[in-house]
């Protein structure tokens, strides 16, 4: 079979066989990979192979095939969750227990494949996040170099990922050895991760709706890419409509999806919870509107709120702990549902792309934002005023004593702290004749060992 380039845009196409391309040399948009399908023998699947190599007939053949054990993720039937949603038919597909937690492990596989054919010694990753630990993994166990400008605020598992696996941060300087360069729009990425459908095909015979995070669009691009393909082999009969979701926070393609636009509405002042969705310019965001147009889906945003809503459902009812892009998925279910775009009788699969724990601050966040909405809010002398009681009962008077060794704070200040401590319950006086002592309340230690935690 025969594979090549193509451009979308412009229609621009080249066999794959000579050089590596990441963009149409005729019009600059991003490029995908096409085959020359020969009707009369639709592409077999391997069965002797796990993962995404079984799926060699409909992929670049390279004659390197690197492998951590990528793909074949288990199909969760989300028992408990459909009741929830009162679906009759809801799978998650568990993209988390890919090598390193996410799904972004299929397209580094074809990435690095391509990357040895094409002779380059190392990959350099323009983004952070799951893809630069991905290939991170996957580029040094194949003996090449691998780099990263992490020029976002860095993820923090992520960044360790890529520490562990080998991997060097760079900050703008060229690599020493000549690198093969990857953003997500790269055509080997989305080879990679097609392999999705190929797997959900397999174990489900008909599904009315995929439900996918966007961040650039290559994941949605992807999966529609998959679909055609089974399509066009004969061995898909109707698509199934894709469904893309955003944070509300940062929502261009959702927002052109909307407006009935082909590319997506540039957002300037973005935030959200989700770090794989928050992304202002998304590199296949044209080609992700496409593919929602043409399987007949639909776009939506959700908020954080409903975001963190999502994880703890996922976490609680599934046993997944899943990044905040994927619960953004999940978030976006209860929705469509509400809204009637999916119907009680669908059959829907959502895609858990990555793991919760890959980004533990976002979980201390979340675990932050329940506590201290119960917490009250004390500052750092009411604190500190805490932290001594809680280890000797104190009079008013020792207490400012105490607290001048370290500040300089007047009497009225820490008596005006110990009446706040007092009404919120966290301090008590003892009875008579000890009143003008002060001791911590069991509240007052809870409290005091929330906010220490927090602190570190
Ligand atoms: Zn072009």
């Known amino acids: ?36 399908i020969d009707f009369s023998k639709p592409p077999q699947f391997n069965g002797k192979i796990a993962g995404i190599w079984r799926y060699s007939s409909l992929l670049p053949d390279f004659p390197q095939k690197p492998t951590l ?57 323009r983004v952070g996040g799951n893809i630069a630990a991905s290939l991170s993994a996957y580029a040094t166990t194949s003996n090449m170099k691998f780099f990263v400008d992490f020029r976002e605020r860095p993820q923090l598992g992520k960044l360790y990922q890529v520490i562990f696996f080998g991997g060097e941060i760079i900050d703008r300087e060229e690599p020493e050895v000549k690198t093969y360069s990857v953003t997500p729009q790269d055509p080997f990425l989305a080879e990679g991760y097609k392999t999705i459908v190929f797997e959900l095909f397999e174990d489900l015979k008909q599904i009315d709706a995929l439900i996918v995070p966007m961040g650039h669009g290559a994941l949605a691009f992807s999966l529609w890419k998959g679909l055609r393909e089974l399509k066009n082999a ?48 998304p590199l296949r965001g044209k080609d992700a509107l496409k593919a929602l147009k043409e399987t007949r889906g639909y ?3 959700v908020t954080d709120n409903e975001i963190v809503n999502g994880l703890k459902m996922l976490a609680k009812y599934e046993g997944l702990l899943v990044e905040t892009a994927s619960a953004a998925a ?127």
């Open 1 to 36: 079979m025969r594979a090549y380039y193509m451009c979308r845009e412009c229609r621009w196409n080249d066999s794959i066989e000579k050089i590596a391309r990441t963009r149409c040399p005729r019009c600059g948009n991003a490029l995908s990979i096409e085959y020359e």
């Open 69 to 125: 054990g990528e793909g074949g993720t288990f199909l969760s039937n989300a028992k408990r969750l459909r009741q929830v949603f009162k679906l009759k038919k809801l799978y998650i597909k568990d993209e988390r227990r890919n090598p390193t937690g996410a799904f972004t492990d299929r397209g580094a596989a074809v990435v690095v494949a391509a990357a040895l054919y094409y002779g380059y010694k190392g990959i350099w990753s």
């Open 234 to 281: 004969g061995l898909l009969d109707e698509m199934p409509r894709i469904i893309g979701v955003q944070s509300s926070n940062c929502q261009p393609i959702v927002e052109a999806f909307r407006r009935g636009l082909n590319k997506p509405v540039e957002c300037d002042e973005c935030f959200t919870i989700a770090s794989e969705l928050l992304v202002k310019y």
């Open 299 to 301: 776009a939506l945003a």
């Open 330 to 456: 999940i978030a976006a279910l209860k929705k469509l549902v509400e809204d009637k775009i999916i119907e009680r009788d669908d059959c829907v699969v959502v895609l858990a792309t990555g793991a919760g724990l890959k980004h533990p601050q976002t979980l201390l966040r979340i675990l932050e934002i329940r506590d201290l909405r119960e917490t009250p809010f004390i500052g750092r002398t009411g604190l500190r005023i805490l932290e001594l009681l809680s280890r000797e009962n104190m009079h008013g008077y020792a207490v400012w004593k105490r607290l001048t060794q370290e500040k300089n704070i007047s009497k009225p200040t820490v008596y005006y702290h110990l009446k706040r401590l007092e009404e919120l319950g966290l301090i008590k006086r003892l009875s008579y004749p000890n009143r003008k002592t002060f001791v911590i309340t069991n509240k007052g230690v809870k409290v005091l060992r929330k906010l220490r935690f927090y602190s570190y």
